[in-house]
Structures are given as C-alpha cells and as structure tokens.
Nanobody, 124 residues
Framework: QVQLVESGGGLVQAGGSLRLSCAVS????????MGWFRQAPGKEREFVAA???????RYPDSVVGRFTISRENAKNTVYLQMNSLKPEDTAVYYC??????????????????WGQGTQVTVSS
C-alpha cells in the first residue's frame, strides 16, 4: 500500500510563494513518476506538474516559469515550489504517483495513488 501525504498549503498574498511537500510511504518511491494536480471549487482536477524517475519535468503553460517540481528520493518526498502566485492558483493541491511507463502523464486517470490534498489560497 502506497500512501501520500501533502503538506505546506496555506494562505498567501498574490505575488507570494509557497512550497508544497508530499511524503510517500513505501520503498519504491524512486520507481514512480510523481505528479501534482489541483482542483478549484466547481472545476475539474487539472494537471500542474510531473517529474520522472530521472528528474525530467513537465508543466502546463499556466504555471511554466512560476512552479518547479522536484524530488528527493532519499527522503521519499516530492516538492512543488510555487512562486509569483496568482488568485487563480487557489485550489486544493493533490500529489499523485504513477507506476506505469516512463512518460510524464498529465491525465488524472494515469496516476495510481493520490494524497488527501492541501488547500492553497491566494488573496488579491
């Protein structure tokens, strides 16, 4: 059983920064592709970032240049550094793990395990 626990969410003013962390249980963390998603009220869950086993990354245009995903295999942890935050970044942020293939998926259905989410609120 793989468990993911996010932390680091909170309230921040527009233009500010937050760093989210996701701790993953189990001894096979390095074999997973890891992703971050977010879901705002009334909207579908959307892709934010992914990082592969070798450290390759992928982002949607909406966060390129502002968000950075990284992983620390020795600590079974993946991070999401969020800079220049905007009110439209407000959402619950979820960490996810995929054990399939080596690509960097952006679809919710491509991930096998999910955390419980952490709230990020950006005030204007």
């Amino acid at each position: 059983q793989v468990q993911l626990v996010e932390s680091g969410g909170g309230l921040v003013q527009a233009g500010g920064s937050l760093r989210l962390s996701c701790a993953v249980s189990g001894r096979t963390f390095s074999s997973y592709v890891m992703g971050w998603f977010r879901q705002a009220p009334g909207k579908e869950r959307e892709f934010v970032a992914a990082i592969g086993r070798s450290g390759s990354t992928r982002y949607p245009d909406s966060v390129v240049g502002r968000f950075t995903i990284s992983r620390e295999n020795a600590k079974n942890t993946v991070y999401l550094q969020m800079n220049s935050l905007k009110p439209e970044d407000t959402a619950v942020y979820y960490c996810a793990a995929s054990g399939r293939g080596s690509w960097l998926p952006s679809l919710v259905s491509s991930y096998d395990y999910w955390g419980q989410g952490t709230q990020v609120t950006v005030s204007s």
